[in-house]
């Protein structure tokens, strides 16, 4: 997260809007890049408890291997570009190369509290290779026609030929190493771990929340209300994508009880993001691929997200399936839908959570992804594709090839 100078959101926003196009073209050279975003974060004046916040630029990126690499990448892809963005950031000098970009990342690095991937271990060429084999695997299963064929002779036949199209058509039939060792924890034992931390923080927020709710009777606050233009904005960037990214950003409540409860509900959350890891459903949600939770120094809660489908469908499954985990981690921030005990009600008032949620978003000036017409679904299906095609196919992996076709 990089400070702006006064004056600077504007010139960036501009900046942004008219070289977008350009910037994602120029990340495509990026091959250890997923997903990223450049966002603003705007600024605001002092609140009653005399806290103020400077407006950030936001460089997100989800990407494979390590930082420094992944930086250079960046750097030789569009050097000039970053340069003319932080041009405008607070203590970044122009002129220090990739080195100096490097330097300037690492002093504002934000790290994330919780962070959850679909399916690591699985890298941007790995992705999109494995999407190459799913079309070739699909065009000869169309092409095959004549008298019917027992299932693992057809399986066994289409595996003949995909060994024969592999090199020439940019993929390979071999098996991965994701690095997913052991037992993933169950979410019983991630909250076992944690009991007597949890017992405590719902006895307490059942005051804290209660008191919020008096609060709410004795003085005239609104429910925070979407910005029509944002909104609309917003809307543009999501029209027609397979794909979408949401960034969010709301203020922490006041009190040293809110900022505790918070991190403990992210240091949960991020135990179970490592667990689902293994399955690629976070809180049974297969929609999203990565998932990330920033808490910055000046109390404001940033959540970026890159998920399949459209947002109305996004926050229906987080209402049906994660409202509890949601409701956890966002009552602790400002606006939020009504809560008891800390999980009890916020995100269950559908309509108040909808509102909420698109009064904070923000639109990204710019968002990039390397496989946009992906689901994580389709990316973990098309790997285990590539896993039952890498070892002789047997009746049991013929009929597992199937399903996965047919899912």
């Given at each position: 997260m990089f400070p702006v100078r006064g004056g600077g959101v504007a010139a960036l926003d501009a900046w942004l809007d008219a070289h977008a196009a350009d910037v994602s073209r120029r990340l495509r050279a990026v091959t250890s890049l997923h997903f990223g975003r450049f966002v603003l974060l705007p600024g605001s004046a002092a609140d009653a408890a005399n806290r103020a916040v400077e407006p950030l630029l936001g460089l997100e990126t989800n990407f494979d291997g390590e930082l420094e690499p992944h930086l250079g990448e960046l750097w030789s892809a569009l050097g000039a570009e970053l340069e003319a963005m932080l041009a405008q950031c607070v203590g970044f000098a122009p002129g220090g190369g990739a080195v100096g970009f490097g330097r300037y990342v690492r002093a504002h690095l934000s790290e994330a509290s919780a962070f959850f991937s679909a399916h690591p271990g699985l890298t941007v060429g790995r992705v999109q290779a494995d999407a190459r084999l799913r079309r070739h695997l699909g065009r000869y299963l169309d092409e095959q026609g004549g008298e019917p064929v027992e299932p693992l002779e057809l399986i066994q036949r289409a595996q003949a030929a995909l060994r024969v199209a592999?090199?020439?058509?940019?993929?390979?039939?071999?098996?991965?190493?994701?690095?997913?060792?052991?037992?993933?924890?169950?979410?019983?034992?991630?909250l076992a771990g944690h009991a007597l931390e949890l017992l405590r923080t719902v006895a307490l927020a059942v005051v804290h929340d209660f008191a919020d709710l008096l609060r709410g009777l004795w003085t005239d606050t609104q429910p925070p209300r979407p910005d029509p233009a944002l909104v609309a904005r917003a809307g543009r960037e999501e029209a027609g994508r397979l794909v979408n990214g949401l960034t969010h950003v709301a203020r922490l409540k006041p009190g040293s009880f809110r900022r505790a409860a918070l991190r403990l509900a992210l240091r949960v959350t991020d135990e179970l993001a490592r667990a689902a890891a293994f399955t690629g459903s976070l809180g049974g949600i297969d929609s999203i691929h990565f998932a990330r939770w920033v808490l910055l120094p000046d109390g404001r809660l940033v959540?970026?997200?890159?998920?399949?489908?459209?947002?109305?469908?996004?926050?229906?499954?987080?209402?049906?399936?994660?409202?509890?985990?949601?409701?956890?981690?966002?009552?602790?921030?400002?606006?939020?839908?009504?809560?008891?005990?800390?999980?009890?009600?916020?995100?269950?008032?559908?309509?108040?959570?909808?509102?909420?949620?698109?009064?904070?978003?923000?639109?990204?000036?710019?968002?990039?992804?390397?496989?946009?017409?992906?689901?994580?679904?389709?990316?973990?299906?098309?790997?285990?594709?590539?896993?039952?095609?890498?070892?002789?196919?047997?009746?049991?992996?013929?009929?597992?090839?199937?399903?996965?076709?047919?899912?």
């Open positions: 592999a090199s020439s058509a940019g993929f390979e039939l071999v098996s991965v190493d994701r690095g997913l060792t052991g037992k993933p924890k169950s979410s019983l034992r991630v959540f970026f997200s890159d998920y399949g489908g459209s947002w109305e469908s996004y926050l229906g499954d987080f209402i049906e399936r994660a409202s509890k985990s949601l409701t956890m981690i966002w009552s602790n921030t400002q606006g939020f839908p009504a809560t008891i005990g800390w999980v009890l009600g916020g995100a269950r008032d559908e309509a108040g959570f909808k509102r909420w949620t698109r009064a904070h978003q923000l639109p990204a000036a710019l968002w990039y992804s390397a496989y946009p017409e992906l689901s994580a679904r389709e990316v973990l299906a098309n790997a285990e594709l590539r896993e039952l095609f890498a070892r002789e196919v047997d009746a049991k992996g013929a009929r597992r090839v199937l399903e996965v076709l047919r899912d």
